[in-house]
């Protein structure tokens, strides 16, 4: 059964530090996505991690992908308030599944 | 704007009824998605469609629900004799033809059975 397990599920982050989610999956797929939801609204695509040892950057986030070690992580560089969200790893593997998902709230 | 679209956004029916949902992809999407999201956790798989050919439902997928893609183009599910546990936010994807690609998710159908 595949798994894809995140944490920390919940994160309170203070403005301008520094944080990182984990993706621990259990399949050997080499292809990853990161998800962020808003309250009430739909899923929008972040990031396509597409083989061992990308490295995605888009702003203050940064993703990578570790595919020997069955991890991925989503860096939040100096947080901002915009950055309040739920994050979510997907892996599209012959399974389709999502994990849990990180809810972020940014404090001033 | 994903180019996905869902009708409606919000539904609320009485146990028992039957409801359908509606997903519209732009025409390149060959692969559309249904998942179901209950408040506080990730989406999870229903069923996909390749074209018009339905090749994967998840077990999740009770004799309840049906989907159906005709043409290749919008698809619809359905759900007979609802149940409050049917209450969730059903979101449809659509990807490209590849294998793998990038799902965009539309902006969900929100149902609430009473």
């Known amino acids: 059964e595949l798994k894809v397990e995140q944490n920390p599920l919940f994160l309170s982050m203070q403005e301008g530090k520094n944080y990182t989610i984990y993706c621990n999956y259990s399949t050997t797929s080499d292809r990853l996505y990161w998800y962020r939801q808003d309250p009430g609204k739909s899923l929008e695509s972040l990031f396509v991690?597409?083989?061992?040892?990308a490295v995605k950057q888009e702003g203050r986030l940064m993703a990578s992908l570790d595919t020997k070690a069955r991890l991925s992580t989503l860096h939040i560089t100096a947080a901002v308030h915009d950055l309040s969200a739920t994050y979510f790893c997907f892996l599209n593997d012959y399974k389709l599944s999502f994990g849990a998902g990180t809810t972020v709230t940014v404090r001033a | 704007d994903t180019g996905v679209s869902q009708d409606p956004r919000h539904k609320i029916t009485k146990r028992g009824q039957n409801v359908t949902f509606r997903c519209d992809p732009i025409s390149e999407h060959n692969r559309l998605y249904w998942y179901r999201q209950t408040l506080g956790q990730g989406p999870e798989f229903l069923t996909y469609f390749q074209n018009e050919a339905q090749l994967e439902k998840s077990r999740l997928l009770s004799d309840r629900f049906s989907a159906e893609r005709p043409k290749g183009s919008f698809s619809t599910l359905e759900i007979q004799r609802t149940e409050q546990g049917d209450s969730a936010m059903y979101l449809c994807a659509a990807s490209g033809g590849q294998y793998q690609e990038t799902q965009y998710f539309g902006p969900g159908t929100r149902l609430l059975v009473l």
């Open positions: 991690l597409l083989s061992n040892g």
